[in-house]
């Protein structure tokens, strides 16, 4: 005979292939007859164990061709044999078991033992299998002496593990038919539209309420259901469902053979764990009475959403939470949603306005409460969740509004949001606390690049800053509003010869409301962050021209005044219309004017920055890069840009009697002046060794605190150079 190693994978194939295939029932005699070669003995039995385990029923066999007993039999004999008092534990069976010598077991029964004496049958293998029912999968050899090799065991071990394989994927279908028909049948009864849907959108089955109101039909398709413009936000429901993002999700729509044109709340869940297969729900949406004073009080009248009073009062309504539980408040902000409004159309913002708040609704959970804030802002209740379900939340519904394909009159927009998400830490905290925090932790998502979110936390740093300048900010508007600014000045001074006058740069000094100084490191930031930069820049033009023509003597005897414009302000066309306007009106200060810009906000605005020169330049002014060097290692943008300054940012000049590579940096720098015909300022002019320094490299100007301090720019006097080179020769 073939080894049996060599056989018993086949055999396995066979014996799986049945199983995945048919049942129990389903040729089983076939099966176990291969099995019976395979693992070499005489016949192979499976015994089935009754409920009330008072004896064992034959369920199949296989005798070898040279069996001795006919198949009737041999059941008999198995049956007497197995129901024994002596072996009827066997029904308990819970590891394999081998019976060396049936007679030594069956010495009171001389009827049994005369008939396996006469068929030589001598000993057994018995292998428990536990499912729906157990089973017990037997071997049985002749006259034979050799013990059951470990292969065998092996073999027919296998084998009972297929069965019972096969018993429970039995169970599990039993289970899912019987699930489905109850559902069906619930299905049927619900005095509301239901209906399968299947894998490829269409009705399978439905009950009598559908059929009735929608008139639906079997494999009619689902999209049929809603107009054209909704079919996308349809889709979109059911793939949170069949994606597994969601166990259920439902859309407000209306339904087309619906007697109401009111919309409808389409909900789908998924059917028996597949993920293909829906079910849908349809409820009418109650229309709201508009008599009734408080729907246009509580809810925005485009989204249908509670407004913020109405959250707020959810807020103090919601129970208490249970025990490692907390109450989130989510802040949402539409990202460059004013580029819709600007290139669609209010009418194609407000459409955008009303899918963000459908789709907000089916990604959050049964309970939490989402709201419309104001504009482009959203609010999201939840109470009674713990951190880790409120961050998942959090990023379910910025990569589901990512993925939100927003179309209007075949234009494509593309959508997408930053999240702020705060805790009450303590049940006092105010809802206004709450989206404060929620507030500052969407700012700082939208400074990470937009499309994310940012959990608030009071010991975190980079909200502390936030904090920082958002008190700042609020300090800088009152400031503008009480002129509780004050133009400061530092002289900037030619290195190689006499100036015809006084070159200098305006700096801002902020008056706090107990008449210190604030320096502007601590509220540029916040200016800038803010978007007041270009306010502050305006105050700066406006008060130094006026000073200007005040001083007019003194301000013709000055060779340049030097004015810093932020990045912000270059970039507003707001504030570019109105400076030339202002400089129109001043016709006899605008030559000694020089506008400063940083090297990064001109290389970031090539194009605005390009106006500012075909601006200002006609009219006698001169520009300056400041900060050269600092951010950028391509000097390509300099043939685009017509300057007249170049300022070495103050890292190259510092240690630069020292530090040979900033000796060669600025050299470079030097050169680069002279082939492009531009004058080089040094800044952080520290000492006259630096100066010094500055002057055998070739260096034009020097500015400093080696040179000067910054003053008031009211007690400025006169219009003369400080002569400081005389302290280099």
């Known amino acids: 005979m073939p080894n049996s190693k060599q056989h018993q994978p086949y055999l396995l194939q066979q014996v799986l292939a049945y199983l995945c295939d048919g049942g129990l029932d389903d040729e089983l005699d076939a099966v176990l007859e291969n099995l019976a070669v395979d693992v070499n003995c005489d016949g192979l039995f499976l015994l089935r164990v009754t409920q009330q385990r008072r004896h064992l029923v034959v369920e199949a066999m296989s005798q070898t061709q040279g069996a001795k007993l006919s198949r009737k039999d041999a059941e008999r004999l198995l049956t007497r044999l197995a129901n024994h008092r002596r072996l009827h534990s066997y029904a308990s069976l819970k590891t394999p078991c ?422 502007p490191g601590i509220f540029l930031p916040a200016a800038e962050r803010f978007n007041l930069a270009s306010k502050v820049d305006k105050w700066v033009i406006d008060h130094l021209l006026r000073w200007g023509a005040e001083h007019l003597s003194l301000w013709q005897a000055m060779s340049m005044i030097s004015v810093n414009l932020s990045a912000l302000s270059i970039g507003d066309k707001e504030f570019i219309d109105w400076l030339e306007m202002r400089l129109l009106g001043e016709p006899e200060l605008v030559g000694k004017l020089c506008f400063e810009i940083t090297e990064t906000a001109a290389v970031s605005q090539l194009d605005h920055a390009t106006e500012l020169i075909n601006l200002i330049k006609p009219m006698g002014c001169k520009l300056a890069l400041d900060d050269f060097g600092s951010g950028f290692s391509s000097f390509a943008y300099l043939k685009l840009l017509d300057v007249d300054f170049v300022k070495i940012d103050g890292q190259f000049v510092q240690n630069l009697c020292e530090d040979k590579a900033d000796q060669a940096i600025v050299n470079a720098i030097v050169q680069l002046g002279r082939d492009m015909e531009f004058e080089i300022i040094a800044e952080f002019v520290e000492s006259v060794a630096v100066g010094r320094h500055l002057k055998e490299l070739g260096v034009d100007y020097g500015q400093g605190y080696g040179i000067a301090k910054p003053s008031s720019l009211n007690g400025l006097t006169s219009g003369n150079s400080l002569a400081w080179y005389q302290q280099l020769c």
């Open 98 to 519: 081998i019976v060396d010598d049936l007679n030594t077991i069956i010495d009171d029964d001389l009827a049994i033992q005369s008939q396996l004496d006469a068929v030589q049958i001598r000993s057994a293998l018995l292998m428990p299998i536990s499912g729906i029912d157990t089973y017990i999968l037997g071997a049985y050899r002749y006259d034979c002496d050799e013990p059951w090799h470990e292969d065998k065991i092996e073999a027919l071990r296998l084998a009972s593990h297929l069965v019972a394989f096969k018993q429970e994927l039995i169970r599990q279908r039993s289970i899912v038919s019987n699930n489905e028909l109850v559902c069906a049948e619930h299905l049927y009864r619900l005095p509301m539209p239901c209906a399968h849907i299947d894998i490829d959108n269409k009705v399978v089955r439905f009950n009598v309420s559908a059929e009735e109101t929608l008139h639906l039909q079997a494999m009619q398709e689902v999209l049929t259901l809603v107009n054209r413009r909704d079919e996308a936000l349809l889709l979109d429901t059911m793939q949170l469902v069949r994606g597994q993002v969601l166990e259920q999700a439902s859309c407000e729509l209306v339904i087309k053979p619906s007697p109401s044109p009111a919309p409808s709340r389409l909900t789908f869940l998924s059917l028996s764990g597949e993920e293909g297969p829906l079910l849908m729900f349809i409820e009418p949406i109650e229309e709201q009475l508009a008599t009734a004073p408080s729907i246009s009080l509580h809810f925005d009248g485009l989204t249908g959403l509670p407004n913020r009073s109405y959250f707020e009062a959810l807020y103090t309504q919601a129970k208490p939470n249970r025990q490692g539980r907390s109450t989130f408040v989510a802040f949402i902000n539409l990202d460059r949603f004013q580029i819709v409004n600007n290139v669609s159309g209010h009418k194609a913002g407000d459409r955008l306005l009303c899918e963000v708040a459908a789709r907000l609704g089916q990604l959050v959970r049964k309970d939490d409460v989402v709201a419309r804030l104001s504009g482009d802002e959203f609010g999201i209740l939840m109470p009674d969740i713990d951190m880790a379900i409120a961050q998942q939340v959090a990023q379910r519904i910025c990569h589901a509004l990512s993925e939100h394909e927003f179309v209007w009159n075949e234009r494509k927009h593309s959508v997408s949001i930053s999240l702020g998400l705060a805790r009450c830490d303590v049940p006092e905290e105010s809802i206004s606390e709450l989206l404060r925090s929620a507030s500052a932790a969407c700012r700082i998502a939208k400074e990470k690049g937009r499309n994310g979110w940012y959990l608030y936390q009071a010991d975190d740093p980079t909200l502390d800053r936030l904090n920082t300048d958002m008190s700042a900010s609020v300090d800088i508007i009152g400031a503008l509003s009480k002129d509780q600014f004050e133009l400061y000045f530092q002289p900037i001074e030619p290195l190689m010869k006499e100036s015809e006058g006084l070159h200098l740069e305006i700096l801002l000094r902020m008056i706090s409301d107990d008449g210190e100084l604030i320096a």
